[in-house]
C-alpha cells in the first residue's frame, strides 16, 4: 500500500508558476511509477504527466508539453510537476498517482495508488 499526499496547489495569474509536490509513504521501498492528472469542472480526468522510476522516462500531454516539468527524489519518496507559464484552462484539481513496476505508464487506468488532489486555480 503506498499513501500519497499532494501539497502547492493554490491561486495565481495566467504566466505565474507553481510547483506541485507529492509525497509518498508506506510500500516505497518498491520500484513504483508516479503521474499527474487533473480534473476540471465538468470533465474527465485526464493525464499531464508521467514518470518512471528511474526518472529516465517522462511522458507528457501535448497541452502541456513545454511549459510543464514533471520529476521525482526517489530518497526523499517525492514527485514534483512544475507548472510554468500557467493558463486558465489549467484550472482543475491535480492528483498525484502511482503504481508498483519500472515501466512509464500513460493510461489513468494503469495506476492504482492516488492522492486526494489539490485545487490549481489561474486567472485570467
Known amino acids: 500500500q503506498v499513501t500519497l499526499v499532494e501539497s502547492g496547489g493554490g491561486l495565481v495569474q495566467a504566466g505565474e508558476s507553481l510547483r506541485l509536490s507529492c509525497a509518498a509513504s508506506?510500500?516505497?521501498?518498491?520500484?513504483?511509477?508516479m503521474g499527474w492528472f487533473r480534473q476540471a469542472p465538468g470533465k474527465e480526468r485526464e493525464v499531464v504527466a508521467t514518470i518512471n522510476w528511474s526518472a529516465e522516462g517522462t511522458y507528457y500531454a501535448d497541452s502541456v508539453k513545454g511549459r510543464f516539468t514533471i520529476s521525482r527524489d526517489n530518497a526523499k519518496n517525492t514527485g514534483y510537476l512544475q507548472m510554468n507559464s500557467l493558463k486558465p484552462e489549467d484550472t482543475a484539481v491535480y492528483y498525484c498517482a502511482a503504481r508498483e513496476g519500472r515501466g512509464t505508464y500513460a493510461a489513468m487506468s494503469a495506476y492504482n495508488y492516488w492522492g486526494q488532489g489539490t485545487q490549481v486555480t489561474v486567472s485570467s
Open positions: 508506506g510500500r516505497t521501498s518498491s520500484s513504483y511509477a
